[in-house]
Antibody
Framework: EVKLLESGGGLVQPGGSMRLSCAAS????????MNWIRQPAGKAPEWLGFIRNKANGYTTEYNPSVKGRFTISRDNTQNMLYLQMNTLRAEDTATYYC???????????WGPGTMVTVSS | DIQMTQSPASLSASLGETVSIECLASEDIYNNLAWYQQKPGKSPQLLIY???SLQDGVPSRFSGSGSGTQYSLKINSLESEDAATYFC?????????FGSGTKLEIK
């Protein structure tokens, strides 16, 4: 059974940093691109970026809206995906999801999400 | 960025009816469009990819169509479990972008 489980969310002050994690199981992790997507309450999701699979050298692609502040990485020995978020702003408040994709296209499975609140 | 204009924002229909949801892209996305269903408090679930391909396990009452800049999701024979918010996603060009969503209420 495919499983993705995000963790690490919570309350952080503006200007602070946070690292989110996503534990993957039930599939061959290195075969898949792994994405981060966020969704403010009551709004549409926003794709943040992905890290490619083994065949494509684990390179990354980012949404310009977060490029330079957010960094996506993966530990393929532990089947873990990470999102390092720096210089956080109130508008980064959202539920953050990890999701897998077979290539640079649609996401076929999402985790349940973790909430991040940026507030003083 | 490619803008995805989704309509309507909300929709109310009765059990057994058929409904359609539209997404208009700001440029040609060459059928690189997916549809998702999201229920309250849950993560989105993939329904359709590449405009008209049905994801495994999704009921056949869901179908997708379109080309170029115009795409639609049709739901036949509405069931109570179809009450949800539906989003389109273009995966033609970075950054991938979503439509604003359609909230479907079942009367």
């Amino acid at each position: 059974e495919v499983k993705l489980l995000e963790s690490g969310g919570g309350l952080v002050q503006p200007g602070g940093s946070m690292r989110l994690s996503c534990a993957a199981s039930g599939f061959t992790f290195t075969d898949f691109y792994m994405n981060w997507i966020r969704q403010p309450a009551g709004k549409a999701p926003e794709w943040l970026g992905f890290i490619r699979n083994k065949a494509n050298g684990y390179t990354t692609e980012y949404n310009p809206s977060v490029k330079g502040r957010f960094t996506i990485s993966r530990d393929n020995t532990q089947n873990m995906l990470y999102l390092q978020m720096n210089t956080l702003r109130a508008e980064d408040t959202a539920t953050y999801y990890c999701a897998r994709s077979k290539s640079d296209w649609y996401f076929d499975f999402w985790g349940p999400g973790t909430m991040v609140t940026v507030s003083s | 960025d490619i803008q995805m204009t989704q309509s309507p924002a909300s929709l109310s229909a009765s059990l057994g009816e058929t409904v359609s949801i539209e997404c208009l892209a700001s440029e040609d996305i060459y059928n690189n469009l997916a549809w998702y269903q999201q229920k309250p408090g849950k993560s989105p679930q993939l329904l359709i990819y590449y405009a008209s391909s049905l994801q495994d396990g999704v009921p056949s009452r869901f179908s997708g169509s379109g080309s170029g800049t115009q795409y639609s999701l049709k739901i036949n024979s509405l069931e109570s479990e179809d009450a949800a918010t539906y989003f389109c996603l273009q995966d033609s060009e970075y950054p991938f972008t979503f439509g604003s969503g359609t909230k479907l209420e079942i009367k």
